[in-house]
């Protein structure tokens, strides 16, 4: 996509772009990663910022700073419960962020870490968090060289929140954005889907089961650096975090104007996760991830591909899950185990509030 | 500073570093910019995140990426209310990033925006904000390049949050920081003090005035870059934010290990200020702004440095306050209008929440 033409950057509208007829109000779902979600990024952020970059879609932007390719990027992380089976609020902020970066193809290398207080959360707490988030900076091998400490009234704020920022070195050739994928390239998936989701939403429910289903939470960027330093032609990268596999499908299709199917039968889902999903009614390709992403790669590097990824820890159930289809139509559609196809549509509504 | 040694990375202690006997919850003065956030910020988050970077104390860490130097900053925005006369939490979310990145000597290029909306919050307020933003990122040359969106529960939020992070290039060779501050240099302030807390404060406490005080909210990279493309050899630059002029300047007297004084009948404070100051009993050393910021330079160079400020429109007031005092205590004393001496110690306690 060519840089968005800019024109007379100082006038702008004042209607608000959202229909206040339709939404007065912010709603969840505003965050929830689907349908109003987009619709307020697109409509509104994007509208009003105007940067070519922001219409790239990518996870994180891709910068030329000076001579090299620097990637950058930023996400705030609101889920409730803070702690969760496989982790928490800080190995999510930290996981994340490296993951965006992950993305866009680039070496994760340092990342802020600002964090907004609860008045009245409990230090020991707060000290716990701080552990995990070293622990996870240490694995994914990054820096932390700057923050910030807000805190808010008690009430406020649901413990902590916590943004992290990111910065990465990209240091190969290749463009990775949802633009770039082409007719037959084959989806590619490193394992299996919504234990993030399912671990979170457990907690929260009470729900009781033989054992912990944990989060899939994981720094992707060692993967990732696997494919590109073998050579692996890589045209699109998303990992599969609010809205699921569906909405991150969606979001390709729909940046890139080509069909994508998948077929349900290649997606693995582990017995327990299914289980839970069924008990509260959420479907496995809407719930979200933190350690599972999608690569789409011309069908040629398919094999090379699935060969690096399975010899890598958080990639041994690497798996194709469909194809690319032609430019035209936006549409993802799943081939169901029945064999009945119908269209996966984005998220629409609030699945799973305060995921991440 | 010389890199902080690093050994046994992985291992780590488990006990708390903030005694929690003495504090065991966070108290909103852990955010406030006094004492109890320097401790939590040196005792926990320097300890386990453990980067040299952090420890140099700056308000954006300064990375090499590649051939070049890099500022990279974060801060999240939790100001009450979130209007306000002079600005609003979007311009203060620009302005405040564009600030730390300039106080590192940075040309800030690129910015993200992260919003934590609150469930409820009006379209429209949500609407004005974004284009206060673009307002403030224009005038500040920055562009906004990628961004998340969180929505929590009605109720959490106080309607929204916001974080920035900000990239900027550094093209110049000087190497700006607390620690750098030699004894004799001047310190050198670009306008009157308090003006951001009053704004906000009076519309918070209800106060009426003959006018509005207006927030002094300002981007300060053009005058920073006035002063360094005229060779203007600058030691250390901090913006006066949270905990005002008095805690900035125990910050750098603590990261330099000198003294410092400087001279009240020098301090330019608006009447209006004074007296807003006077009326809810707050001292306007200890006042937050988010425009104005001291350069610390040698002697030499003060006059030159001076006339550069008072060309710019946000130097036009521009004063010596003070100067640096030999090594050893880390000291900030103040000469006041009578002549007495007094100890300026940083903020103790919490005297503005919530004010950026």
Redesign the interface.
């Given at each position: 996509m060519n840089p968005v033409e800019i024109k007379n950057?100082?006038e702008?509208t004042?209607t608000?772009?959202?229909p206040?007829r339709d939404?007065?109000?912010?709603?969840?779902?505003?965050?929830?990663g689907g349908k109003l979600?987009h619709q307020?990024?697109e409509k509104?952020?994007k509208a009003?910022?105007?940067?070519s970059?922001?219409h790239k879609g990518r996870d994180?932007?891709v910068?030329q700073?000076?001579?090299?390719k620097?990637a950058?990027?930023?996400?705030?992380?609101?889920v409730r419960p803070l702690f969760f089976p496989g982790g928490d609020i800080g190995t999510l902020a930290v996981n994340g962020t490296v993951n965006d970066l992950a993305m866009a193809g680039a070496r994760p290398?340092?990342i802020?870490?600002?964090?907004?207080?609860?008045?009245?959360?409990?230090?020991?707490a707060?000290?716990r968090v701080?552990?995990s988030?070293?622990r996870a900076?240490?694995e994914a091998e990054v820096?932390?060289?700057?923050?910030?400490?807000?805190?808010?009234?008690r009430?406020?704020?649901?413990g902590m929140?916590i943004?992290t920022?990111g910065?990465g070195?990209i240091t190969h050739a290749q463009d990775i954005a949802p633009q770039n994928i082409q007719t037959g390239d084959a989806i590619l998936l490193n394992g299996d889907l919504a234990r993030h989701g399912m671990a979170v939403m457990a907690v929260r429910e009470g729900l009781e089961f033989e054992s912990a289903i944990e989060s899939d939470c994981a720094p992707l960027a060692d993967l990732v650096g696997a494919l590109l330093s073998a050579g692996v032609e890589i045209h699109c990268l998303r990992d599969l975090t609010r809205g699921g596999l569906a909405s991150a499908l969606n979001e390709i299709a729909s940046g890139a104007q080509r069909e994508i199917s998948i077929d349900e039968a290649l997606i693995p889902v582990r017995e327990d996760v299914a289980s839970a999903c069924e008990l509260l009614g959420l479907d496995p390709l809407y719930v979200a991830n933190e350690g599972r992403f999608i690569a789409i790669v011309p069908r040629r590097d398919q094999e090379k591909a699935l060969t690096i990824m399975r010899k890598h820890p958080l990639g041994q159930g690497a798996c194709l899950i469909g194809t690319v289809g032609n430019r035209g139509s936006a549409l993802v559609t799943l081939k169901s185990r029945i064999g009945a196809g119908r269209i996966l549509d984005m998220l629409s509504g609030e699945q799973l509030?305060?995921i991440c």
């Open positions: 950057r100082k702008f004042i608000c772009p959202i206040v939404y007065p109000h912010v709603l969840l779902a505003h965050g929830g979600m307020l990024i509104m952020f009003a910022f105007e940067s970059e922001l994180a932007a910068l700073l000076g001579q090299g620097t950058f990027t930023s996400d705030s992380y609101v290398k340092y802020s870490v600002s964090f907004i207080l609860e008045e009245g959360l409990a230090m020991e707060l000290w701080v552990r988030i070293r900076a240490l820096e932390i060289v700057t923050g910030d400490t807000k805190v808010v009234d009430g406020k704020g649901d929140y943004n920022a910065i070195e509030p305060r």
